[in-house]
């Protein structure tokens, strides 16, 4: 019997080693954004303060009793799930089938050279002084222009170091991996100029609330790793 225990517990430990797992430990509330572009509608994303690689947009439809759930994770693949809204508040596992799991192509990272980061002087908001830097294309402005690129700035919050940037997008992402210029603090604002200097979209920090959730997918559908280690 003490050998059937031993086993069991064997067996059971090595499902648990079959699984990814994404750890989340901050949900960060936004206000609804102002947007005349095609960018989220979420306004709650559940991170992790440490690891920026990845993170879940949280989307609310109206008169629904479920919560839309989209994970990001730049390396390669996206999880889209819909759970309760009383299950999303109250359970900190969300186990997800492979059928929910996507292959992302980080199609982009070639496109970090095509962008500056580029430091601002600090913006103060209601006598709290703040980082601002921006993402800006360094084509010409006719090609900024055809192609409706826009400037990314970065309203980052001084005084929150131990908290890695919060990055929307995957060439974001990959331009703060090969440059390392973003400075680690909570993201307060983000907003985008275009060409004519019109904000197009804006969206502000409203609170950030401590959580412990962890989502899983099996590790068959880990698309992250590369051929030969899957």
Known sequence: MRYFFLLLFCFVGSLGFSQKKYHFDCALIFDNPISADKETKSNVVLTNSKDNSYHTFVSFDKDSINASLKLIDFEGLIINSNVSKERFYKAEIFSNECNSVYRFSNKFKYKTKEYDIIKHQDTTINDTTYFH????SNKSLEYQKRKQIKTIHYIIDRNSENFKPFL??????????????LPNGLLKMKYYVDTVGTITFKQTLVKVVQINKVFTIPEECDYTKSPKQS
């Open 168 to 181: 929307y997008r995957a060439t974001e992402y990959n331009k703060w991996v090969e440059t390392s210029k």
């Open 133 to 136: 830097y921006s993402i800006k």
